[in-house]
Each structure stands twice: as C-alpha cells, then as structure tokens.
T-cell receptor
Framework: GAVVSQHPSWVICKSGTSVKIECRSL??????MFWYRQFPKQSLMLMAT?????????EQGVEKDKFLINHASLTLSTLTVTSAHPEDSSFYIC?????????????FGPGTRLTVL | GEDVEQSLFLSVREGDSSVINCTYT??????LYWYKQEPGAGLQLLTY?????DMKQDQRLTVLLNKKDKHLSLRIADTQTGDSAIYFC????????FGKGTHLIIQP
C-alpha cells in the first residue's frame, strides 16, 4: 500500500519549452503533497507544499511563476517547469501524506529526471 | 528551519554492522525517518521512529533516538552488498528536511 507514482520517469526537452510532471497517490488520498528537487550529490530541497484545492506554498527562493504547481484532486498534483533552462535540469521528487489516518509519514514517488538541452 | 547533518561516507566489510549517524536541530518533528536511495532510483522509506521512542527494531535495522542530544542512528546488522546505497535521515513537522546522505560502501 501507499504507492506514489510519477510520470514521466525521465524527460529531455529543449531550452525554452515547458514540462509537466505528474505525481499520483495510487491507493490513498493525499490532502498534501510535497515537491522536492535533488541536485547531484546533494540532499533533497523542498520546493513547495501542495494542498488540494488551494494554492501551493513555495519555499523561499523558489520561483512560483517558473514552477507551477496544481493539486487538482486528492490523488494528483502536477509540477510544470515553464520556459525550462539547462540550470533546471535536476531530479524532481514528489511525496504525499495520507489524508487519513493523518500522520507526518510521507510516501515518495520514484522521481523524474529532467534534462534541459 | 531544520538542519540535518550526516557524515558523507561510511565503509564497512560485508557481514559487519553498519552504523549511520545523524544529528538534527528541530525537535518538533513527530517522526524521524531513514530513507534509502539506490543508484538511479528514487527514495525508499526504510523505517521511521516516533519522537517519543528511544529505539525501534525492524529485522536487520535498529533505529536509536537520543532526543536530548538530537541524535539519530541507523544500525544495519550483517551488512550485505545489496545494502550499498545512500542513506538519508530526515525530519520535520511539515515538509521534510533531509541530510545530505551517507554513502554506504561495502567491502568484500
């Protein structure tokens, strides 16, 4: 149980294009989902907290106009990297916390590797 | 915000026990976690410990928590080559803060 999927698992795009990454909780409902970014040889950095039906809360230094987050349902959150540039190349990971029973436990997706040429 | 520190590398011989240590600053986490990341893969939740516990054992894994010193450790008994990975500790009440990860290297 508690499976989180991400799609796509990897994507290569040209500079200036937009890329959408989906995060789904497959067997539970998640009021809250989190988006992380992992730089090579570094720990995960929390980008934003995504709440179903409301605007995402972005961490300091994360451009909300560049990284658009939509949490349309209790099982789906999307991250859109707009006008991608090579410096946006990274490993993006989402996680989800079950709505019930509510705990701090988070379940992570497998990650999406974005390469911007 | 939370600050989580881990040593970057640990090398052990196959069959020995591995102990990965972690220190943190924010004591408001309800749970503290250990994650495993194998090469090319996403994070896997290995185990977690409730903040009012001192110890949790799960098969070959033992988690020790010293709240006074804000120190968390993960012991892997009888370390195998399949245990070779990066291990992250993490904490935080809402939105996890991860350490930089400890690369566990297994020597034959």
């Amino acid at each position: 149980g508690a499976v989180v999927s991400q799609h796509p698992s990897w994507v290569i795009c040209k500079s200036g294009t937009s890329v959408k990454i989906e995060c789904r909780s497959l067997d539970f409902q998640a009021t809250t989902m989190f988006w992380y970014r992992q730089f090579p040889k570094q720990s995960l950095m929390l980008m934003a907290t995504s709440n179903e039906g409301s605007k995402a809360t972005y961490e300091q230094g994360v451009e909300k106009d560049k990284f658009l987050i939509n949490h349309a349902s209790l099982t789906l959150s999307t991250l859109t990297v707009t006008s991608a540039h090579p410096e946006d190349s990274s490993f993006y990971i989402c996680s989800a916390s079950p709505s019930w029973p509510r705990t701090d436990t988070q379940y992570f997706g497998p990650g999406t590797r974005l390469t911007v040429l | 915000g939370e600050d989580v520190e881990q040593s970057l590398f640990l090398s052990v011989r196959e069959g020995d026990s591995s102990v990965i240590n972690c220190t943190y600053t924010d004591s408001s986490s309800t749970y503290l976690y250990w994650y495993k990341q194998e090469p090319g893969a996403g994070l896997q939740l290995l185990t977690y410990i409730f903040s009012n516990m001192d110890m949790k054992q799960d098969q070959r894994l033992t988690v020790l928590l010293n709240k006074k010193d804000k120190h968390l450790s993960l012991r892997i008994a009888d370390t195998q080559t399949g245990d070779s990975a990066i291990y992250f500790c993490a904490g935080g009440a809402d939105g996890l803060t991860f350490g930089k990860g400890t690369h566990l290297i297994i020597q034959p």
